[in-house]
């Protein structure tokens, strides 16, 4: 099983089918995480 995270906070956006453990990384679409992306000196 692969497994699709956010790149900025780690949650998972979606899985999909593979022979073995596979790890991507993408954008969700959270708001809070939106946010986050847009003012990056907030970041802690
Ligand atoms: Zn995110």
Redesign the pocket.
Known sequence: MGVIL?K??A?IIGTFDSEKVTTYYS??Q?PD?LETRKNPNNQQ
Request: aromatic share 0%; hydrophobic share 0%; with cysteine.
């Open positions: 956010c900025h906070c949650e954008d969700c959270e995480c």
